[in-house]
C-alpha cells in the first residue's frame, strides 16, 4: 500500500478502504480501544469479583445499548442525514466513555456497526466514575473522574480492596444519576418542551413521597456486593423495565361492558402507576398499546380495535417521522402522563348466536413501527430476521372477563 492510499485510508475512514487498508485500520482500532479500556476499565475487570453485580447486569437491556439492529439502522440513518455530522451524539448516552474519548468516535461508530461490539456500551465504569451531574445543563451532563483508581458507590463502610479505591457518593441513590441519560435527548432539541422523556415525574405522588428512580429500577436486596464479602444491602443490577417483574406494577385495568340489546359498549380505565410518563418518548416510534378483542361464539374474534400510546412527529417537511432526530413538531401525544387514569370506550355490535361473550383487554409494549423500508433495514441486520424480539409485544398487564348477553 503506498502512503498515499495509506493517508486516505486514514482520513476517509474504514469502510472506504481495501483490505490492507483494513488491517492497518483494525490494528489501530485495537490500540484505540485498549487506550479507552485504561481510563474505563472494561466489564469483564469487575466480575472477577462482582459476579452477581455483572450476572444481573448482562441481562439488562443496559449491556446491549449499542448491540441492537435498531439502534445499529438509527445510527446509520442519522449519520447519513442532514444533521448527522456529530457523530459521537448518540454515544453519549449509549457509550458515554466517548465523551473522553472524542477523538476515536470512529471506533465507536465501527463497533456499533459490526453488531457484536467488544467495546462496552452502558457499563459499570461509565456509570461508577461519575463523579457528578450537572442538572443546570439540559440534558444534565456527568462529569467523569478519569486517571485515578477511584470508583465511585453508594457505601461510606466499603471494604477496601487491591483492585480499586472507593468513595461513598449519594449520587448513586438519587435520580440525577441517571437523568443525564433518561430526561431528553439532544439531538432532539427542535422540539422545545416537548424534548421530555418522563414527563413531569418530580411532581408525582411517588417521587413526592421520596422514590428515586433506583427505588423501583435498582430494587434493594440482601446479598454479596463483593464475592465471599459479608452480606449487606445491595442494588438489583438487572434494571427491571421492559424486561422483568416491574412491568405487573405498571399498570391497572378497569373494564365495565353495558349490553344495551343490539349494542354494547365496553368502558376501559387504564391507571398508569408510573410515576413519569409511560411509554417514555425515546426511541420515538415507542409505544403502548391497550388492545380489546370480543370473542362470541366458539370463541371466535368477533370485533377487535386498539388505543395507542405514544408520539408521532414531523419534519421539517411536514411528512411523519420516526426519527427524532429529524423532528420538528409532535403530530400526536398520547403518551400517558405520571400516574394518569385514561378511559376509553368501545361500543360494537353485541355478538350474535352465543349466551355469553369474552371480552379480553391487554396493555403492552408495542413492536417496532415505522415505514417499510425501515423494518425491512432492522430484519436485515438481526441474526434472528423476523424473529428479533424487537417484533413482538411484551404484555404488561391483561383483563378477561365473561359477560351474558341476556338481561
Ligand atoms: C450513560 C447513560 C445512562 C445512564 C446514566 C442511565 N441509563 Fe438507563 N438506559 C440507558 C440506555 C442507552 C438504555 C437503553 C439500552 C438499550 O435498550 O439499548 C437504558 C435503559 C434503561 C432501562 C430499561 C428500559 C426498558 O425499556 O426496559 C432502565 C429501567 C433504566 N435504563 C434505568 C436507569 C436507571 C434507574 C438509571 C440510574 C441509576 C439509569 N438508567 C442510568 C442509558 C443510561
Ligand atoms: C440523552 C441520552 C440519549 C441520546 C443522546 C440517545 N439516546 Fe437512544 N436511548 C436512550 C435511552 C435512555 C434509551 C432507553 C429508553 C427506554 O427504554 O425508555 C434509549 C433507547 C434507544 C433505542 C431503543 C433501544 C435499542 O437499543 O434498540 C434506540 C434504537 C436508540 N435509543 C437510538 C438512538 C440513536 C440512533 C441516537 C442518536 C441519534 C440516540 N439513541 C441518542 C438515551 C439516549
Ligand atoms: C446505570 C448505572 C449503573 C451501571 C451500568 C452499573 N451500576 Fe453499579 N450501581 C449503580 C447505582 C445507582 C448503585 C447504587 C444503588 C443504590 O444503592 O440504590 C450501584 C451500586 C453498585 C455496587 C454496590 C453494591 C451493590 O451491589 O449494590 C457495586 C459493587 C456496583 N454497583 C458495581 C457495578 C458493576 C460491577 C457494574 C457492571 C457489571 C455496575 N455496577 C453497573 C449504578 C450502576
Ligand atoms: C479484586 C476484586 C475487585 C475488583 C476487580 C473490582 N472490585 Fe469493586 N469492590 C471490591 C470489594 C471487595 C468491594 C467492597 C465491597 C463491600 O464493601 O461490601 C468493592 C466495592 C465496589 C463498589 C462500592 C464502592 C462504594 O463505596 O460504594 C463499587 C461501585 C465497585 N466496587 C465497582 C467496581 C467496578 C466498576 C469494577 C471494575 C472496573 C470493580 N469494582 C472491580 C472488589 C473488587
Ligand atoms: C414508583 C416506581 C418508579 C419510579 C420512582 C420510576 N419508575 Fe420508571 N417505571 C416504573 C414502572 C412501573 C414502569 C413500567 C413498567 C416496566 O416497564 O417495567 C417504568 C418504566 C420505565 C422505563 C421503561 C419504559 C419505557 O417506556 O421505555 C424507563 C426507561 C424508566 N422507567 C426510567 C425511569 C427513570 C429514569 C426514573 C427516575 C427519573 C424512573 N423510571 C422512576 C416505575 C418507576
Not at 445499529?72 to 444533521?83: H, K, Q
Not at 468516535?105 to 466514575?129: I, M, R, T, Y
Not at 427505588?215 to 421492559?242: D, L, W, Y
Not at 432526530?325 to 361500543?347: I, Q, S
Amino acid at each position: 500500500m503506498d502512503v498515499l492510499r495509506l493517508c486516505a485510508c486514514i482520513t476517509v475512514g474504514l469502510l472506504a478502504c481495501g483490505s490492507g487498508g483494513w488491517a492497518f485500520a483494525q490494528a489501530q482500532n485495537a490500540g484505540s480501544q485498549a487506550t479507552i479500556e485504561k481510563t474505563f476499565p472494561h466489564s469483564n475487570k469487575c466480575k472477577r469479583c462482582h459476579e452477581r453485580v455483572y450476572e444481573e447486569w448482562e441481562t439488562s437491556p443496559l449491556a446491549k445499548s449499542i448491540h441492537s439492529p435498531a439502534f445499529r439502522v438509527s445510527l446509520e440513518a442519522y449519520i447519513s442525514s442532514a444533521g448527522g455530522k456529530d457523530k459521537a451524539l448518540c454515544f453519549r448516552c449509549h457509550a458515554p466513555h466517548v465523551r473522553e474519548f472524542a477523538d476515536h468516535v470512529e471506533l465507536f461508530v465501527e463497533q456499533a456497526k459490526v453488531g457484536n461490539p467488544s467495546l462496552d456500551g452502558v457499563a459499570c465504569s461509565q456509570c461508577h466514575l461519575i463523579k457528578q451531574v450537572d442538572r443546570a445543563k439540559h440534558p444534565p451532563e456527568p462529569k467523569y473522574e478519569i486517571g485515578g483508581k477511584t470508583l465511585y458507590g453508594p457505601y461510606k463502610d466499603f471494604v477496601q480492596n487491591l483492585a480499586h479505591q472507593s468513595m461513598e457518593s449519594n449520587l448513586f441513590q438519587k435520580s440525577d444519576l441517571c437523568l443525564n441519560c433518561h430526561q431528553s435527548v439532544p439531538s432532539a432539541m427542535n422540539l422545545g418542551k416537548a424534548n421530555d422523556l418522563l414527563g413531569n415525574w418530580d411532581q408525582s405522588r411517588a417521587v413526592k413521597s421520596g422514590k428515586e428512580c433506583q427505588t423501583c429500577h435498582m430494587p434493594q436486596q440482601v446479598g454479596e456486593s463483593a464475592n465471599g464479602e459479608k452480606k449487606r444491602t445491595i442494588a438489583n443490577h438487572s434494571f427491571p423495565g421492559r424486561i422483568g417483574k416491574l412491568r405487573q406494577e405498571a399498570a391497572k385495568l378497569d373494564v365495565q361492558t353495558k349490553v344495551d340489546g343490539d349494542k354494547t359498549t365496553v368502558v376501559v380505565k387504564v391507571q398508569s402507576l408510573v410515576p413519569h410518563n409511560l411509554p417514555a418518548t425515546h426511541p420515538a416510534w415507542a409505544s403502548v398499546v391497550l388492545d380489546l378483542e370480543i370473542k362470541g361464539k366458539n370463541l371466535k374474534t368477533v370485533f377487535s380495535d386498539k388505543r395507542v400510546y405514544g408520539r408521532t412527529y414531523v419534519d421539517a417537511k411536514g411528512q411523519p417521522t420516526i426519527f427524532d432526530f429529524e423532528a420538528v413538531k409532535v403530530a400526536h401525544d398520547t403518551v400517558l402522563k405520571p400516574e394518569e387514569t385514561r378511559e376509553e370506550t368501545f361500543t360494537f355490535p353485541t355478538p350474535k348466536d352465543t349466551k355469553t361473550f369474552d371480552v379480553e383487554v391487554g396493555l403492552s409494549y408495542g413492536p417496532l413501527n415505522g415505514p417499510a423500508t425501515f423494518l425491512q433495514r432492522v430484519e436485515a441486520e438481526s441474526s434472528q430476521g423476523s424473529q428479533d424480539p424487537v417484533f413482538q409485544p411484551i404484555e404488561i398487564v391483561k383483563r378477561m372477563e365473561n359477560v351474558p348477553v341476556g338481561k
